[in-house]
Antibody, heavy 119, light 110 residues
Framework: QVQLVQSGAEVKKPGASVKVSCKAS????????MHWVRQAPGQGLEWMGI????????NYAQKFQGRVTMTRDTSTNTVYMELSSLRSEDTAVYYC????????????WGQGTLVTVSS | QSVLTQPPSASGTPGQRVSISCSGS????????VYWYRQFPGTAPKPLIY???QRPSGVPDRFSGSKSGTSASLAISGLRSEDEADYYC???????????FGGGTKLTVL
């Protein structure tokens, strides 16, 4: 069965970077895109970007361009989302979700990773 | 402020039918598929409606989706207490070249 397992909660200081991982299993890793979506406490969902694990193609939401980097490791079936220059407003739960490019279609989601940015 | 507009709240009594709207534009809802997700507190969102009006397996036919022009709506009939959750619409936006969400609607079953 398809599973997306994310890394554990993180606490970071303002200005630091965080790297969240999402390990995929139960399907051909390189055949499906991976999206990243975040949700600040008590707020709605926000799309951050997408990576094609097959070729490494990425597309980032304009809001995060210059601060986010999505990468993948095909040897471990893992995708990573790194966000730099963290500020308090980046405190959120970060989700990976398996999907396709050009559609908001996600059947499988990771469990979420809470990133807290606090001095 | 979200690109897609949803009412922040909706409510109904058990057995009633409720509808949640999602308003967008010609660059998103007008030309692409709309998706609906349901989220319970502390959990990841789960798909409710795919591609405007398709239900994933396991989603009861009490849930239905529709789209007209640059708006979409989710209808829930035979409301149950377990339907209390947050509901989000989502769609690809060709101008932004990315996914946009509605702000979410909190459904309360009275």
């Amino acid at each position: 069965q398809v599973q997306l397992v994310q890394s554990g909660a993180e606490v970071k200081k303002p200005g630091a970077s965080v790297k969240v991982s999402c390990k995929a299993s139960g399907y051909t890793f390189t055949s499906q895109y991976m999206h990243w979506v975040r949700q600040a406490p008590g707020q709605g969902l926000e799309w951050m970007g997408i990576i094609n694990p097959g070729g490494g193609y990425t597309n980032y939401a304009q809001k995060f361009q210059g601060r986010v980097t999505m990468t993948r490791d095909t040897s471990t079936n893992t995708v990573y989302m790194e966000l730099s220059s963290l500020r308090s407003e980046d405190t959120a739960v970060y989700y990976c979700a398996r999907g396709i490019s050009g559609y908001a279609e996600w059947e499988y989601w990771g469990q979420g990773t809470l990133v807290t940015v606090s001095s | 402020q979200s690109v897609l507009t949803q009412p922040p709240s909706a409510s109904g009594t058990p057995g009633q039918r409720v509808s949640i709207s999602c308003s967008g534009s010609s660059s998103n809802i007008g030309i692409n598929f709309v998706y609906w997700y349901r989220q319970f507190p502390g959990t990841a969102p789960k798909p409710l409606i795919y591609r405007n009006n398709q239900r994933p397996s396991g989603v009861p036919d009490r849930f239905s989706g529709s789209k007209s022009g640059t708006s979409a709506s989710l209808a829930i009939s035979g409301l149950r207490s377990e339907d209390e959750a947050d509901y989000y619409c989502a769609v690809w936006d060709d101008s932004l070249n990315g996914v946009v969400f509605g702000g979410g609607t909190k459904l309360t079953v009275l």
